[in-house]
């Protein structure tokens, strides 16, 4: 049964996240609904992260296994058709090894969060960025973020809900960046806690206030208390750029 | 009577374009609408650049005049409050001299073009670049976009309905990059005709597919006949980025 890799991207705004829900289309049933009027089987398409409602993906991993064999491009063309006119698209469809995992093959993931720091409101990005009208010192948050790299407890920055076995994760890199009005928060690990990135940079953001310290991040994450964190960032700032195998 | 200049944002895909019309709503109108509800005066918003149906901008500057003296920051504040929640947004506002004018002081104007080329449509940018499936060769394309600069009669890049008064324009520069699955196309000027940049796109878009030579593109130049151009690009993927006064 051959299997396919796909990359994919899609606008998060209109759906209930990833993962099949009970109230809303998720980007996987959209998928899966494609693959079933394209090959008319109903199957099972993995993914690499399962992103929430309102995240985006440029380059979000999945892979599904289909009974007959077809040419990748033409896997690829044809659920582009099918999710026709859903904000999804794939990029690319590629043959791969039966052992192949969208989700536990992957070795690392990157994200990046974009927040809008001005006065004014987004136009051209809204719903794509997170709006912060207050001035923030994207310098003093970079510094801070370093506290958090590195392999940790992340209890602290870990929603309720969050499944993982373990909260012990190695933080890659953390990097902010200012250019003009657009701070982005570039983050990479081989894999993240159920909100960590959107708890993390909402915890930044009170440093880029001025209401937190480095060395206070530092404490909240040795604290191991999920009440020490920021509040989580919004999802529409949130984007899965990238998944390495 | 003081003047604002304002630097305004928008998504231009559920505008009617820039100016009044009588089938939907307008950018100015938006504007104008916003002024009213704040300052209790109907006054005209003047723009620098008339953009059409569905073009974008992030640098679009206008002025308008106020009986009553408010400062820069609360004019911006208020029209943002009112404009609210149309994707139009005001970047910065400031106090100018009654001389100012955002359309006939306006000594450049930059805008962008922005092509999505890959087998797959877009997802996340839909609406806001023109996707195009076909490869382009965005290196001929930049070779061809040279054979314009320069002044000339741009009557073959030139709309049926276009009001200037002579054909005749400098066109300063005309870039094309190629970063990824994007290709941007810079053009610079003084003033453009109407459809002029979506007509040079159209243009350059069918030697990116092979279609059309750089010499050709001199040829139509040349031939000051409309019929010579490619067919104009669509509005998703135009912004105008800055007005230099």
Redesign the interface.
């Known amino acids: 049964m051959p299997r396919y890799k796909l990359l994919i991207?899609?606008?998060g705004s209109d759906f209930v996240g990833w993962q099949r829900q009970d109230n809303g289309i998720s980007v996987q049933q959209a998928l899966e609904d494609a693959v079933h009027a394209f090959a008319g089987e109903r199957t099972a398409v993995f993914g690499a992260g399962r992103t929430d409602a309102g995240v985006?993906a440029?380059g979000q991993v999945g892979h599904v296994d289909l009974t007959r064999a077809f040419d990748a491009?033409t896997v690829?063309?044809a659920l582009?058709f099918h999710l026709?006119p859903r904000?999804?698209?794939?990029?690319?469809a590629s043959l791969v090894e039966p052992d192949f995992h969208a989700r536990f093959s992957a070795r690392e993931r990157g994200y990046l969060y974009r927040i809008t720091n001005?006065?004014?409101?987004?136009?051209?990005d809204?719903g794509?960025t997170w709006w912060v009208p207050v001035p923030l010192d994207a310098a003093a948050m970079h510094v801070a973020a370093q506290t958090l790299v590195g392999h940790h407890d992340f209890t602290t920055f870990r929603a309720a809900l969050c499944q993982a076995r373990s909260p012990v994760k190695t933080l890659k890199s953390l990097d902010v960046e200012r250019n003009g009005?657009e701070i982005k928060i570039a983050a990479r690990a081989r894999s993240f806690l159920h909100h960590q990135v959107r708890s993390m940079v909402g915890t930044l953001k009170l440093v880029g206030e001025g209401k937190r310290t480095a060395d206070d991040v530092r404490a909240a994450l040795d604290a191991r208390d999920r009440t020490k964190a920021g509040p989580t960032a919004p999802a529409s700032g949130l984007y899965l750029m990238e998944v390495l195998y």
């Open positions: 991207e899609y606008d985006h440029l491009a690829r063309d582009n026709k904000p999804i698209a794939v990029i690319e001005r006065r004014a409101r987004t136009a051209v809204a794509r009005d």
